[in-house]
């Protein structure tokens, strides 16, 4: 059971994770709460993991890079074709329609930003406010 792909649903407080081995076949489906994502992480294997882009995808992002994962973010008006279900949203169908985006080619991904990017971000958008 070797996973080579992992779907994250990030959330506030508990996580959905859903994995797949060489042949596409379900090995993992998982809910992890927010302290237990790194040990998670460092227990892995080197794999591909997908997220939605969002402030908090970035530090899982840098957290996985770090441990010799390589994270790919979408943007998530491109993973929303992907849920089974579109009436349904659900966390577990979200991992999972995670996962098929970040499969399908043509994929475009996000560039995993450094905390001094997504700093200058908020002062951005800050200015903006005030202005």
Known sequence: ????????????????????DVHGKAVLRKQLRRSDMTKFFVNLEPCLIGMEACGSAHYWGRTAERLGLAPRLMAAEFVRPYRKRQSVKNDRADAEAILVALLSPGMRFIPVKTEAQQQRLAWHSLRVGWV
Do not use: N, P, S, W
């Open 1 to 20: 059971m070797k996973i080579t792909t992992i779907g994250i649903d990030l959330a506030k407080e508990v996580f959905q994770i859903h994995g797949v």
